[in-house]
Structure formats: C-alpha cells, structure tokens
C-alpha cells in the first residue's frame, strides 16, 4: 500500500509539473501572438515576421497557394497590405492551443482587420515550434 501511494504522488506530482510546463508554453505563444498583433497594426511587417520561422521551410498556405520561406512570405504580405491603410488595426482571437508534442502546437483562431480600404475577416491554425529556446511559427494556414 506504501508503494502505491508513493507511486501515486509521483504521478500526480508529474501531471500537475507538465500542465504547468503547458501553461507557460501557452502564454508564450500568445506572447508571440501579442507581439505580432502589435507590430501588423503598426504597419510593421518585417516586426510581424518575426514571430515566423526565418528558413526556406517555413510554409504558407492562404488563398493564392503555398508560399515556401520566409523572404517569399514576407513580400507576399507586402504586395498583398503596402500601406497602412491596408495593414490597418489587427485583432484575434484564439479559439484553442493544443500542444502536439514536446516542443509543438497548434493554434486555431479568426482574425479581424479594421482598416480604410474596408474591413476583412478570416480564420487561421499556426503550427508553432520551440527552437532554439524561441517558439516560432512554422506553417501558417489563413484565408
């Protein structure tokens, strides 16, 4: 009985250590989101990027196809919002965090621009990934 109940607050004590290892994963990403969030509103696009995976394996997959790399991503956006009244003010929301494994999420949210050329609307599933010590999107899906 002794060994069942070390065993059990062991497993109770590894639980409640990896909800909370999520829990930080968690906020981190939305720390990434807020950042990014911040930085397209300011009709910053290189700042924005930077919550993107800077390799040429980095994936985009919007309206227009598949857009592979980070250089190619970044001047899609720039064709696609040149100026601040295209950029306008960005809002999100997260509709769910779901870890895939040690190291990896994915995200499920809408986003909502508020801008002068009219307002859009749309939904979007990142797929983050820890590396070296940063979380950082690695395939984004948006329309």
Known sequence: MKKFV???CMVCALS???QTNEDTDKKAIQKVLKKQRLAWSDNNLEGFM??????????FYGSNGVTYGWENTLERYQKAYPTKDHT??????????TKISEGAY??????????????????????????????????????
């Open 50 to 59: 930077e919550g993107y995976w800077k390799s040429d394996s980095l994936k």
């Open 88 to 97: 306008g003010k960005l809002s999100f929301r997260i509709n769910d965090i």
């Open 106 to 143: 994915y995200v499920l949210g809408e986003y909502h621009l508020k801008r002068e050329v009219g307002n859009a609307d749309g939904i979007f599933m990142l797929v983050f990934k820890k590396i070296n010590g940063e979380w950082k999107i690695i395939a984004d899906t948006s329309s």
């Open 6 to 8: 070390i065993l059990f």
């Open 16 to 18: 409640a250590f990896s």
